[in-house]
């Protein structure tokens, strides 16, 4: 793709420094060469609610052309799913990471042991972006009884489905290839060295993703530094990302419940409605644990997120009343100055 068209619907392919790379947003015109397009001075586009958006990768707009001929985003369309994460540092902002997904593929390896609180997070970060969320468990060829463990990965992650497969020795890859559908955009998210940029290149036929051991230079394995949607021969878009390390969930009750539909379940049976499964008589959370029906780790990992949720939501709120205030004073000042300019 040499220019933009005017009026036509990109994709955004990958986030720089004040610019982004864009393709034709439709999937049989969208494997040409991205397109860079310089973002405006605050690296914003204006999109839905009026507001100006950062760009991220999955994000579809409409590029329109300056008047000079400098290809321009003029608006960004509203995001069908957004895969979000809490930024870092203390401020109350959270990340998009991709945009406009269909499937969140959580991928973990299964050598060394997958973490399963690790991966009952990251579904709750899917299940909270309204995508399907799918387990992927990586590197079976270097464990001997990979269905024991993917069995244990299966009881935490009721309503995903668990793929157990090796990208090296190519086993295991037919059910996800099946997703792989024209115009449908996954993502995967996963730790660090869980195998993930392997993955997208095996389910791509291609070398599209520089992987773990292959540099030359000495530097030490390299590692994805960057967000990056591929846009694959069948029309699907496959979107890799950089080992999560971390990852601050935006967690939010919905979310939690979602991945935790057994704990939920339990909740419903205690005596009483804000059981805090503590101490409280009647409690059928406890009940479970004690019978073990419900595994200790499991109801840890729920309270851990549920707590998270229940912080996030009390912080988006002071988010919320902060706006109000600095609006306030904002009007006050205005009313101030005109009173003072009759
Ligand atoms: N044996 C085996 N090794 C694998 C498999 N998949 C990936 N690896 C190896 O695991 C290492 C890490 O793979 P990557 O694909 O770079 O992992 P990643 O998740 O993309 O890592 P980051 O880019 O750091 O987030 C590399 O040395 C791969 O060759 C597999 O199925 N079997
Ligand atoms: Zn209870």
Redesign the pocket.
């Known amino acids: 793709m040499d220019s933009l068209t005017v009026g036509s619907q990109v994709r955004v392919v990958r986030v720089d420094r004040g610019a982004v790379l864009v393709v034709p947003a439709d999937a049989a015109s969208a494997r040409g060469l991205p397109v860079r397009v310089e973002l405006d001075r605050d690296g914003l586009v204006p999109g839905p609610q009026g507001l100006r958006w950062a760009p991220t990768v999955g994000d579809v707009a409409v590029s329109r052309p300056r008047a000079d001929g400098v290809p321009h985003l003029a608006e960004l369309l509203p995001r069908r799913t957004e895969l979000v994460r809490d930024s870092a540092g203390s401020t109350s902002r959270t990340q998009a990471l991709a945009a406009n997904v269909d499937v969140v593929l959580v991928?973990e390896?299964l050598d060394p042991e997958p973490d399963l609180g690790r991966i009952e997070r990251l579904l709750t970060l899917a299940w909270r972006c309204g995508a399907r969320p799918v387990v992927v468990l990586?590197?079976?060829?270097?464990v001997p009884r990979a269905s024991i463990v993917a069995a244990e990965v299966t009881a935490a992650a009721p309503g995903a489905d668990v793929h157990v497969?090796?990208?090296?020795?190519d086993t295991g890859l037919e059910p996800l290839r099946a997703l792989l559908r024209p115009g449908v955009t996954l993502v995967v998210v996963?730790?660090?060295?869980?195998?993930?940029?392997?993955?997208?290149?095996a389910l791509a036929g291609a070398e599209v993703?520089?992987?773990?051991?292959r540099r030359a230079d000495g530097r030490g394995?390299?590692?994805?530094t960057h967000r990056e949607l591929i846009a694959l021969d069948c029309g699907a878009f496959l979107i890799?990302?950089?080992?999560l390390r971390a990852v601050g969930v935006v967690a939010d009750a919905a979310a939690v419940e979602a991945t935790f539909p057994d704990v939920a379940e339990l909740a419903l049976a205690c005596r009483f409605a804000d059981c805090a499964h503590e101490s409280e008589p009647g409690c059928a959370v406890r009940a479970a644990l004690e019978s073990g029906e419900l595994p200790e780790r499991r109801f840890d990992s729920w309270r851990r997120l549920a707590r998270e949720a229940a912080w996030q939501a009390r912080r988006s709120d002071a988010r919320l009343a902060a706006l109000e205030k600095a609006r306030w004073k904002q009007k006050t000042a205005e009313y101030r100055r005109e009173v003072r300019g009759r």
């Not at 993703?209 to 051991?213: A, E, F, I, K, T």
Request: charged share 15%; net charge neutral.
């Open positions: 991928a390896h990586t590197k079976a060829d270097l497969v090796s990208a090296t020795a996963g730790p660090s060295g869980a195998g993930k940029s392997t993955l997208v290149n993703m520089s992987v773990g051991d394995r390299h590692t994805t890799d990302t950089p080992g």
